[in-house]
């Protein structure tokens, strides 16, 4: 049986479906990775897909890096131009065969639930937005590896000017009064009982209006 390390780094060449078969199983046998993987094979030709965790993307890229290693490949991030998809991929051989480990990766989206809104990209300058859905040259989708942005553009501030008064409404001074401490409440008590122990005035006469607003 061969073992990953001696599997690694060998030359591709083509081999019978059977051959491929058995050395995919060797090398899953030896790899210890027996859950959470979908082989493919094809004449020279092995594809390892990660499945598991499904909803642990991290635990994911952690198999795929481990699996990357032992067939002498480097994981990369992969994203697609036309729609929103992204994944991780290593490129290496096994038993001479080329072999290839990639594991998808779902794209974060501007809905307010998973999986709803237009999926979320980063330009060149980091800044995160919404796009159609169509990858703009340059960018790269926003994975469920990169962290949530609560805001995927920043809400501009608002610029409106306060509302005007209306036409004709009159315009109205606030009145400029000290401050009311205890001896401004006391001074103000006894102001009310000498107004209160003035006599009345006689009807015919009008009192005039105070000069200020009272406090």
């Known amino acids: 049986m061969t073992t990953p390390g001696s ?16 050395a995919a199983a060797d090398f899953i046998d030896s790899s210890g990775q027996h859950d959470g993987v979908i082989v493919t094979c094809r004449a020279g030709h092995v594809s390892i897909s990660v499945t598991e965790p499904y909803r642990d993307a991290t635990a994911r890229q952690a198999v795929v890096t481990r699996l990357a290693g032992l067939i002498g490949g480097t994981v990369r991030r992969e994203n697609e131009r036309k729609f929103p998809a992204a994944g991780l991929r290593a ?12 594991t998808l990766l779902n794209v974060r989206r501007a809905g307010p639930r998973p999986g709803h809104g237009r999926p979320l990209a980063e330009a060149p300058g980091g800044q995160v937005t919404a796009v159609p859905g169509k ?61 209160n122990a003035q006599p009345a005035r006689p009807s015919g006469t009008a009192r005039r209006p105070p000069t200020q607003p009272p406090c």
């Open 135 to 195: 990858l703009p040259d340059g960018w790269r989708w926003v994975t469920e590896l990169d962290p949530e942005h609560a805001q995927a553009v920043p809400r501009k501030q608002s610029t409106a000017a306060p509302a005007r008064a209306a036409a004709g409404a009159p315009a109205l001074a606030a009145p400029s009064c000290p401050p009311l401490t205890g001896a401004g409440l006391q001074a103000a008590a006894r102001q009310e009982q000498t107004a």
């Open 91 to 102: 490129d290496g051989a096994i038993g001479g065969l080329r072999a290839q480990v990639w």
């Open 7 to 22: 599997q690694a780094g060998t030359r591709p060449v083509q081999g019978a479906p059977a051959d491929v078969l058995r």
